[in-house]
């Protein structure tokens, strides 16, 4: 177990369905990141939270809406997403204060349908 | 554009034999360097931290090092074991408020009797 959790582990979803994804750390850190992992790629950054708040968007569509109530929390709000949206969503925290080990849940498998 | 490259084919080693994984990459001068492991649908583990201003970091029976000239870094398994089956991605990163990590493929790795 790292300290970080996720929720669900599988989700499938229709195009027009809205669900979200749950992140919690019990690391006591102040960063929380959201990935996307798909397959023969890799992890793509999506999202960074530092202190709660948002410090690095790396051009994700707004079919994706992150929020972060506190600095143990994290959620990804999904709404009419595409089938290549399709992949493993990572959950990672770290101590938010530079060079450091990011800590990462297991993951969310996301099928679109 | 900054590219980190991994060799993408599966790594076939001999129980006992030493593993050695390449990290390459282009367009960046990252403050320090990081590979992690990853299991089948699981997040990635930290395994160890190099910095740009140093050669070789050891840990058990691993060992990275890490060439600013040659934008390289190398991984090292020795005595490899079958439960050192798994994907090593590396990641490079720059000094900030949080990590913002840069990660590349990963390669995974198998170790047969």
């Known amino acids: 177990e790292t300290g970080v959790t996720q929720t669900p582990r599988h989700l499938v979803m229709g195009m027009t369905n809205k669900k979200s994804l749950k992140c919690e750390q019990h690391?006591?850190?102040?960063?929380m990141y959201w990935y996307k992992q798909s397959a023969k790629k890799p992890l793509e950054l999506m999202f960074v939270?530092?202190?709660?708040?948002?410090?690095e968007n790396n051009s994700v569509p707004s079919r994706f809406s992150p929020e972060c109530p506190n600095s143990s929390h994290l959620f990804l709000h999904l709404h009419t997403l595409q089938p290549e949206d399709s992949a493993l969503y990572l959950c990672a925290s770290s101590q938010g204060q530079g060079e450091e080990t990011q800590y990462f849940g297991p993951g969310t498998r996301l099928l679109v349908l | 554009s900054q590219k980190i490259e991994q060799n993408s084919e599966a790594l076939n080693i001999q129980e006992g034999k030493t593993a050695t994984l390449t990290c390459n990459y282009t367009n960046y001068s990252p403050a320090y360097l990081q590979w992690y492991r990853q299991d089948p649908g699981r997040g990635p583990v930290f395994l160890l931290l190099?910095?740009?201003?140093?050669k070789e970091k050891r840990k058990e029976r691993l060992k990275v090092t890490f060439d600013t000239t040659l934008k390289q870094s190398l991984f090292h398994i020795t005595a490899s074991q079958p439960a050192d089956s798994a994907t090593y991605l590396c990641?490079?990163?720059?000094?900030?408020?949080?990590?913002?990590?840069?990660f590349g493929t990963g390669t995974r790795l198998q170790v047969t009797l």
């Open positions: 690391l006591g850190h102040n960063a």
């Open positions: 190099i910095r740009e201003n140093e």
């Open positions: 939270y530092n202190f709660k708040e948002q410090t």
């Open positions: 990641a490079l990163g720059n000094t900030g408020t949080a990590s913002k990590l840069t």
